[in-house]
């Protein structure tokens, strides 16, 4: 992955975000979350140039909101800090704010559950011919 990708530049924070939607994402090793980024990049380059800004202007905003209540950046948070922020963020009354955590969460969960390790953990077991695959199974 290259560091010219939308997630290069807000690596802190994305990842700070994902482990705090997912605990489990803490124990990925550096190949796992390449091929979470790399899912999500996937998903970001069929998507409009605009959202790409957007979604770096909330990834900064994540970040930096924090410091005016606690002195240190999201990523900087331990676990319970970042949960308590990213709730008052997901119930915000701004529409465009409760959209965009949401927006980042499904990605998150995108780029996690479609990883072929953690497919095989949770014991999802779908094919892409579906139904054929399991009738031609012995």
Do not use: C, N
Not at 82 to 107: A, E, H, M, N
């Amino acid at each position: 992955m290259s560091d010219t990708s939308i997630l290069a530049a807000r690596r802190a924070t994305f990842r700070a975000f994902a482990r705090t939607v997912v605990p489990e994402m803490a124990e990925l090793d550096e190949a796992g979350w390449a091929d979470v980024e790399r899912t999500i990049e996937h998903a970001l380059s069929l998507r409009p140039e605009k959202l790409h800004r957007q979604l770096g202007m909330l990834l900064r905003a994540i970040e930096l909101l924090p410091r005016v209540r606690t002195g240190r950046g999201f990523s900087r948070l331990d676990d319970a800090a970042r949960t308590r922020f990213l709730d008052t963020l997901q119930y915000s009354p701004v529409p465009l704010i409760r959209r965009g955590v949401w927006g980042l969460r499904t990605l998150v969960l995108m780029g996690y559950y479609t990883r072929d390790d953690t497919m095989r953990d949770v014991g999802y077991g779908a094919h892409p011919r579906g139904w054929q695959a399991r009738a031609a199974a012995p």
